[in-house]
């Protein structure tokens, strides 16, 4: 028991100084004493008294805190003995620590004789959670229920087939021409991605969006023209092969499976480039160029990226245009900025061009040339004043002409790079080999700059090959037909029973169902 002797500053006579002398006390005693346990046990006299219990260890902390808020002890004095309480207490907390373990060691039991079970029922919780979840949306009346959803049309006819099993099942299907013809968006219809081989190119084309319904999928040209980049600047058959390798280790982690796939396909495109330009770990003298050395002839290999880049120009645009057509849009596929007129200017500024560098001693008609490049120029531009004049600023027609010359222009320069950086990479590959023979003197020294080099060229080239092949992709590539985003195909699915059967509810016709019930 301790008490408090009162504080000067308070008058003894006033009722409030006692309040406010509690709650004074209360707040200190509650920082200084929060290891201890305390009580007020009240006041007598203008004197505060509490109780307080701690460890035996923190005794002297105890003490000094209290003597700084100006409390005196009390000693107390018991008339019985507490030591065979306190044992009895001691033995008590160690049977429930004992009891404790025990209840651990069965619990443990238990989840091991019934983990599976267990398992198995969660899994199943889950599973009738997610379709009451979706049957929630289910438009209900009292003859039944009216399911809405999409499923893709090569899987229509089993769907039906399985549906029709089901007694008092009605099925309407309606094509998404029919719902576009209604008001319906292209965004507003999945898109549904089935690609096995070059399915992990899903995930890279979903960074930049998924394709509308009735807009091209890229993925299969994206994933070869990836693929062939990344083996132009990255060509080397000794860094492909570590690739490959990395690519197989990572296979064996499940959620890095697409990832390791990719590493295993651009290893492999690296190498069979290696082969064809000569390379082995930088160096250009081990294995003879099947192709050509780019080291020696970088002339020739800067026009191979040009080359790379009129063919993925010309493509976007070719896929724009068939993406129009097939839209049946054929105003857009001849006078849009990416249509059949600006495919057509830029075939004759390349042939005009090709000519003048080949045939330097034949005099072309300058004249003549620009007239003919004005023609398709001028039909764009008479396209849009025609058939968009409502939807279009006019100045953002007129000089739609000079659009279309700057990005043909820019981006046709852009696929440098894609020889430039394959130049690099060599340029790297030899720098390691250098450097090593300058200190060839110091032993051991050689061998473990070449190793470290070569490991340090496929981690940083590597990473800026991938990050420089996405640009070309996503840039230059996808900006000519990529035009509006998508919703991707997420078909309801849900497992039940221990073999694990999966039924799937899932584009490409909208499906209605009436379940009659009496």
Not at 162 to 175: A, G, H
């Amino acid at each position: 028991m301790i008490r408090r002797p009162p504080r000067s500053t308070l008058s003894p006579s006033s009722a409030a100084s006692d309040v406010y002398k509690r709650q004074d006390s209360v707040k200190i005693c509650s920082k200084l004493l929060k290891d201890f346990v305390f009580e007020f046990k009240g006041t007598f006299k203008d004197k505060t008294f509490i109780f307080c219990i701690g460890l035996k260890e923190k005794e002297s902390e105890l003490i000094k805190n209290l003597e700084a808020l100006r409390f005196e002890e009390i000693n107390v004095f018991f008339e019985k003995d507490l030591k065979p309480d306190l044992d009895k207490m001691e033995l008590e907390l160690w049977s429930m620590k004992e009891e404790v373990v025990d209840l651990k060691l069965k619990l443990k039991e238990i989840k091991e004789k019934s983990k599976d079970k267990l398992k198995f029922y969660l899994f199943n919780l889950e599973e009738n959670e997610k379709l009451y979840r979706a049957m929630s949306r289910f438009l209900s009346s009292r003859s039944g229920y009216i399911i809405v959803g999409w499923t893709p049309e090569s899987k229509m006819k089993d769907l039906i087939h399985s549906l029709k099993s089901i007694p008092f099942v009605e099925i309407q299907t309606e094509r998404p021409e029919i719902l576009i013809k209604k008001g319906l968006g292209y965004q507003d219809i999945p898109s549904y991605l089935d690609h096995k081989f070059f399915k992990p190119f899903e995930k890279i084309l979903k960074f930049y969006g998924i394709p509308a319904y009735k807009h091209i999928d890229p993925t299969i040209f994206m994933a070869l023209s990836f693929l062939i980049m990344f083996g132009i600047m990255f060509a080397d058959l000794g860094h492909g092969l570590v690739l490959f390798l990395i690519g197989l280790f990572l296979f064996l982690f499940k959620t890095l499976r697409d990832f390791a796939k990719i590493m295993q396909l651009v290893g492999v495109s690296s190498a069979t480039f290696g082969i064809l330009f000569g390379s082995f770990f930088g160096k250009e003298d081990i294995i003879k160029p099947v192709w050509f050395s780019p080291f020696r002839e970088p002339q020739r290999f800067l026009n191979l990226g040009i080359l790379i880049g009129i063919v993925m120009i010309s493509l976007g645009i070719i896929l724009n245009i068939i993406q129009r057509i097939w839209q049946k849009d054929i105003r857009r596929a001849l006078f849009e900025e990416w249509g059949i007129f600006s495919i057509v200017f830029y075939w004759l500024s390349l042939y005009f061009l090709i000519s003048a560098l080949r045939f330097k001693s034949v005099q072309l008609n300058l004249v003549l040339i620009i007239f003919i490049l004005a023609v398709p120029l001028f039909l764009i531009t008479f396209g849009d004043l025609l058939f968009f004049r409502k939807t279009k600023d006019l100045s953002i027609v007129v000089s739609k002409p000079i659009e279309v010359i700057l990005g043909l222009l820019t981006n046709t320069i852009s696929f440098v790079r894609v020889a430039a950086f394959g130049l690099t990479h060599a340029a790297l590959g030899m720098s390691v080999y250098l450097v090593a023979d300058s200190l060839s003197k110091l032993p051991g020294l050689k061998e473990t700059l070449i190793v470290e080099g070569n490991i340090g060229v496929i981690l940083l080239e590597g990473l800026i090959v991938f990050i420089q092949t996405l640009r070309l992709e996503f840039y230059e590539f996808f900006s000519k037909f990529f035009h509006l985003d998508g919703r991707e195909f997420k078909p309801f699915s849900c497992t039940f029973g221990k073999k694990n059967r999966r039924f799937k509810q899932p584009l490409l016709s909208r499906l209605f169902i009436r379940q009659k019930t009496f």
